[in-house]
C-alpha cells in the first residue's frame, strides 16, 4: 500500500513539473533594462541621444518644433532653489550664463565620496582662471545640514567663493539628480553608507545643458574637464561672433 501511494505520489510531482515548465516556455523574457544598474541605463540613453554641437555633445532627449525653422529643444537642468554651506538660498538663477561642473555626495560616504571631493578641489584651482562654478548636492539631506557641510568644506579645503554645498528637500534632490542631471540617487540600504549616488561629475553649459560626463573618482579625468571647458569658451565666443 505504501509503495504505490510512494508512486502515485511521484508520478503527480512529475506532471506539475511538466506543467511547469510548459508555463515557463510560453512567458516572455524579462526586460533586462528592468533590472539594469542605473549607471548602464543612462549611459546607453547618453548614447543613443548625444547631439553633436561643435565638438562636445549634448546630452539628454531632444525635442523638434515644426515651423519654426526646425529649431531643436535641447534637454536643461530645471529650476531650482535649495540653501549652502553658509545657510543662504541659493538657486539656478545664479547659474544662468556660467560654466558650472555638479556632483552627487554625502559628507559621511566612506568609498567614492573623498576622493570625488579631492578631484573636485583640485579642478576648482585648475580652473581658477576660467570663471567656473562649482555644485555639489547632497544624497543625504536629513544628516547633511548647513552647518555639516560647512565643516566638510573646511576638512577638505574647499573655496566656497564659487562653490556651493547643497541640501534641503530629499525628494527634491533625488527628482533633479534623476530627471535633471540624469543620474541616479536613492537610499539603498546595501550601498556603502547607505545611499546609491552616481560616481560621475557632470559639465554645464551657459545655456543650462549637459554637456560631459567624467569619472570624479579619476584625477587624470580633471584635465579633460579644463579641456571641454575651454572648447565651451570658444564655442560661445564663435556664438557671440555669429
Given at each position: 500500500?505504501n509503495?504505490?501511494?510512494?508512486?502515485?505520489?511521484?508520478?503527480?510531482?512529475?506532471?506539475?513539473?511538466?506543467?511547469?515548465?510548459?508555463?515557463?516556455?510560453?512567458?516572455?523574457?524579462?526586460?533586462?533594462?528592468?533590472?539594469?544598474?542605473?549607471?548602464?541605463?543612462?549611459?546607453?540613453?547618453?548614447?543613443?541621444?548625444?547631439?553633436?554641437?561643435?565638438?562636445?555633445?549634448?546630452?539628454?532627449?531632444?525635442?523638434?518644433?515644426?515651423?519654426?525653422?526646425?529649431?531643436?529643444?535641447?534637454?536643461?537642468?530645471?529650476?531650482?532653489?535649495?540653501?549652502?554651506?553658509?545657510?543662504?538660498?541659493?538657486?539656478?538663477?545664479?547659474?544662468?550664463?556660467?560654466?558650472?561642473?555638479?556632483?552627487?555626495?554625502?559628507?559621511?560616504?566612506p568609498?567614492?565620496?573623498?576622493?570625488?571631493?579631492?578631484?573636485?578641489?583640485?579642478?576648482?584651482?585648475?580652473?581658477?582662471?576660467?570663471?567656473?562654478?562649482?555644485?555639489?548636492?547632497?544624497?543625504?539631506?536629513?544628516?547633511?545640514?548647513?552647518?555639516?557641510?560647512?565643516?566638510?568644506?573646511d576638512?577638505?579645503?574647499?573655496?566656497?567663493?564659487?562653490?556651493?554645498?547643497?541640501?534641503?528637500?530629499?525628494?527634491?534632490?533625488?527628482?533633479?539628480?534623476?530627471?535633471?542631471?540624469?543620474?541616479?540617487?536613492?537610499?539603498?540600504?546595501?550601498?556603502?553608507?547607505?545611499?546609491?549616488?552616481?560616481?560621475?561629475?557632470?559639465?554645464?553649459?551657459?545655456?543650462?545643458?549637459?554637456?560631459?560626463?567624467?569619472?570624479?573618482?579619476?584625477?587624470?579625468?580633471?584635465?579633460?574637464i579644463v579641456?571641454?571647458?575651454?572648447?565651451?569658451?570658444?564655442?560661445?565666443d564663435?556664438?557671440?561672433?555669429n
Amino acid at each position: 500500500m505504501n509503495k504505490i501511494l510512494l508512486i502515485s505520489l511521484m508520478i503527480i510531482c512529475l506532471i506539475s513539473c511538466k506543467q511547469e515548465e510548459r508555463k515557463k516556455e510560453n512567458e516572455e523574457p524579462l526586460d533586462p533594462e528592468l533590472y539594469m544598474h542605473p549607471d548602464s541605463i543612462k549611459d546607453r540613453m547618453d548614447n543613443s541621444l548625444n547631439i553633436e554641437s561643435s565638438s562636445l555633445p549634448i546630452h539628454g532627449i531632444k525635442e523638434f518644433i515644426e515651423g519654426i525653422d526646425d529649431d531643436t529643444i535641447y534637454h536643461t537642468i530645471p529650476n531650482w532653489q535649495f540653501v549652502n554651506q553658509y545657510g543662504d538660498t541659493i538657486s539656478s538663477k545664479s547659474y544662468i550664463g556660467h560654466i558650472y561642473i555638479a556632483d552627487f555626495f554625502f559628507t559621511s560616504c566612506p568609498t567614492i565620496c573623498p576622493k570625488m571631493t579631492i578631484n573636485m578641489v583640485k579642478l576648482q584651482e585648475m580652473t581658477k582662471e576660467l570663471n567656473v562654478k562649482f555644485l555639489s548636492y547632497t544624497v543625504d539631506p536629513n544628516r547633511d545640514n548647513s552647518e555639516t557641510l560647512k565643516q566638510y568644506q573646511d576638512a577638505y579645503g574647499i573655496n566656497g567663493n564659487n562653490w556651493n554645498l547643497i541640501t534641503g528637500d530629499q525628494y527634491k534632490i533625488y527628482e533633479l539628480g534623476v530627471k535633471g542631471f540624469l543620474v541616479p540617487n536613492q537610499e539603498d540600504a546595501l550601498a556603502p553608507g547607505g545611499f546609491l549616488h552616481s560616481e560621475k561629475m557632470m559639465l554645464i553649459d551657459q545655456l543650462g545643458r549637459i554637456r560631459g560626463y567624467y569619472d570624479g573618482t579619476d584625477e587624470s579625468q580633471m584635465n579633460d574637464i579644463v579641456n571641454d571647458i575651454k572648447k565651451l569658451r570658444i564655442e560661445q565666443d564663435t556664438i557671440n561672433r555669429n
